[in-house]
Every structure is written in C-alpha cells, then in structure tokens.
C-alpha cells in the first residue's frame, strides 16, 4: 500500500505515503484510513501496524512460499512472474504474531509501527532456495529448479517492499528473532509433515494454477 521502491531507494518509513498501485493493495490502504478516522473523530484508541511479506505454517498454499513448495513434491511447474527480480522483504509469521501483541500492550494510542524481517530476497532466489531445500529432503524429485517457469507478469505488480523497524525497536523493543534461512527450512519441513492438511486444500480449494485470470470466455 506505500507503493514500490527503486533497488537503490531506503526502506519504507512509517511516515512513507500511501500509493497504492492495485485495488488490492488500496483496499488495504483504506482500511488504514478509516482506523486513523474513527481514532481522530471518535477518540476511539487505536494503533496501526504495517508488515512485510509473511510466511510459515497454515499459509494458504496459493502464496509465494507454500505453492513453491508443495508444486515442487507434485512436480508440478513453479510459476515466477516475469523475471523472478520483484523483491520483498520476508516475516516469518511467528515474528509477526509477536510484534501484533508488543503493538497492542505497549503501542502508543494513534501512533503506527512497521514490522519486517529485515530479509530481502528476489522472487527467483527464494524459489530456488525452496528447491535446494526439497533436493536434501526429497531427492528423488531432485533437482527440483528445473520445475521453475517464468509466467506472465501480474498486474501492478510492484518492483520491491522493504520495510523500516527502526521505529518499533526503538520504542517497543520489537526485533525479529526468525532469520530467514531458519524459518524457510522450518517453514519447509512444517509442509512436508503435515500432508494430509494441504492435500485436502488442494483437493477442494486451491490446486495450485494461478488465480486472478478470470474465468475463460464461452465459445
């Protein structure tokens, strides 16, 4: 919802503007106004905070992490879009979780906190991360990048996010605990024992093929 970021540009700041470059991420961006409008003209004591990118157990296998990983056991194509140069920065969502509750005990009423991991990667390099992750722990699908397909580019897909913690640990005390490298291979792991949870997704909810394409037309 603060937009994109050139490679060279500082992280986003919670005093960054909001320029939402999709409905999605001005749907987001609008609900932060209207928190900051019932504080403002209601007095009702609120607190926002922003995050990254998260990932970790129970995500809905059709994000970044969880449809890499559980393409690749059913050997089926890894989509990046475009090129795979999009950069985010990655919360584990155990970090997140932390951060929500140091944010409602300790926030101060009306004021906003940005949470990352403080782990930019390109799309590309988290994939084949993912990859060398599987060929150590099923190798008999190795070597899983040659799965990988570079797709379409997705509407008003924003080049990079990063975020700026210097706010919430500095008055909070927040700071990550998950590297990124730790929490992908638990992340990892998590997936491949608990099967039987997002076989059923995949079977009734979310197979794995892109979503956002709209329904072909009849013929």
């Known amino acids: 919802m603060f937009g994109t970021l050139g490679f060279a540009d500082a992280p986003f700041t919670e005093s960054h503007p909001y320029q939402p470059n999709s409905p ?8 932060d106004h209207l928190v900051r409008a019932w504080g403002e003209t209601y007095h009702l004591p609120v607190v926002t905070s922003n995050c990254s990118n998260n990932y970790g157990p129970w995500q809905f296998p059709e994000k970044l992490i969880p449809v890499t990983i559980l393409n690749a056991l059913e050997g089926k194509p890894l989509p990046v879009y475009g090129r795979g140069e999009n950069v985010r920065d990655w919360l ?11 944010v409602l005990m300790k926030g101060k009423i009306g004021e906003s906190y ?16 993912i990859c060398a992750l599987l060929d150590a722990r099923r190798p008999a699908g190795a070597p899983h990048r040659r799965l990988i397909t570079y797709v379409n580019d997705r509407p008003g897909h924003d080049l990079r996010y990063a975020i700026d913690t210097a ?36 079977a009734s909810v979310y197979d794995g093929t892109r979503l956002g394409q709209g329904a072909p037309k009849p013929q």
């Open 92 to 102: 584990h969502v155990d970090d997140h979780a932390r951060a929500l509750v140091t």
């Open 114 to 129: 940005n949470v990352g991991g403080s782990a930019e990667r390109r799309n590309i390099d988290v994939v084949e991360t």
């Open 167 to 202: 706010k919430i640990t500095r008055e909070l005390g927040w700071t990550s605990r998950e590297t990124f490298d730790s929490g992908l291979a638990g992340t990892a792991d998590w997936y491949l024992a608990n099967e039987p949870w997002w076989r059923r997704l995949r």
């Open 24 to 31: 999605y991420s001005a749907s987001k961006a609008g609900s």
